[in-house]
């Protein structure tokens, strides 16, 4: 068990994450594939999208940012801010709201690719795929974060003594975490595996647009073509 929990929680990491930059960078400059993380609001503008985009995309945005902060931040400079306890408590009262506003935008998202055949019908495997991997994503981290809020403060603190022992190599990292619930591990599983595969499918825009639009120039006004043809 020892050698499985080592693989996925110590390895793993690393493997995922050299395999992300190594696609990001392949993407950026050898390949240049057009990504088409293409609109559909324009086959069908209703109130799933209206509500179900903006819950999904700002809540996820949270949570990303919840993430690097509650993992990466060491102990002690938080404590020069507030107590453990309190970084505890405020992780899990703005991790689960921002979760869930990301759970029912993407919800409702879902429901729009099968209710509109329009939507259904110029969706590849891929959509559904991804949807389907980060909606699992999604319910794995909201239960990791229930199952926060039942247990000890020392429990909370391993997964950022696990994060930070990586970011410094320390080749015992995973041992922090040995005991955690299955449930996070397999949330931690099925995250480096959506990193692993990320720079081949359409989450790619979430990197591509925000530097494309850095680097834009004058041109990026040219009003005969959109921002998705230009990526
Ligand atoms: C791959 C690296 C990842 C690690 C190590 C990780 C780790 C964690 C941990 C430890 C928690 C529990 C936090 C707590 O107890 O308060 C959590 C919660 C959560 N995670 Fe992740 N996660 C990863 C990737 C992701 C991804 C890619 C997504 C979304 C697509 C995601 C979505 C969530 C959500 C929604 C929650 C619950 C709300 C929150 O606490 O932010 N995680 N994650």
């Not at 050698?3 to 493997?15: R, S």
Request: hydrophobic content about 50%.
């Amino acid at each position: 068990m020892d050698y499985v929990n080592g693989l996925f929680l110590g390895y793993l990491p690393y493997i995922a994450l050299t395999a992300f930059l190594i696609g990001v960078l392949y993407h950026f400059f050898v390949s240049n594939k057009t990504i088409h993380a293409t609109s559909t609001q324009f086959l069908e503008k209703d109130w799933l999208i209206k509500w179900g985009s903006p819950l999904f995309h700002y809540g996820i945005i949270l949570v990303f940012f919840g993430h690097v902060f509650g993992l990466f931040t060491p102990p002690f400079v938080i404590e020069w801010f507030m107590p453990l306890e309190t970084k505890r408590m405020l992780a899990i009262s703005i991790g689960l709201c921002a979760g869930f506003f990301a759970f029912i935008g993407l919800s409702l998202l879902c429901i729009r690719k099968f209710v509109s055949s329009r939507v259904h019908s110029t969706s590849s495997f891929q959509d559904y795929f991804i949807v389907f991997l980060i909606l699992v994503q999604i319910s794995l981290g909201l239960l990791s974060t229930y199952i926060t809020t039942q247990s000890t403060l020392a429990d909370y603190l391993a997964f950022d003594y696990w994060a930070q022992g990586l970011v410094w190599f320390e080749p015992n990292a995973w041992k922090h975490i040995l005991e955690a619930n299955i449930i996070y591990k397999l949330h931690i599983v099925n995250g480096f595996f959506i990193f692993m595969i990320f720079p081949y499918t359409k989450l790619m825009h979430m990197i591509k647009a925000p530097v494309m639009y850095m680097f834009r120039g004058n041109k990026m006004f040219d009003s005969s073509k959109t921002l998705i043809d230009k990526l």
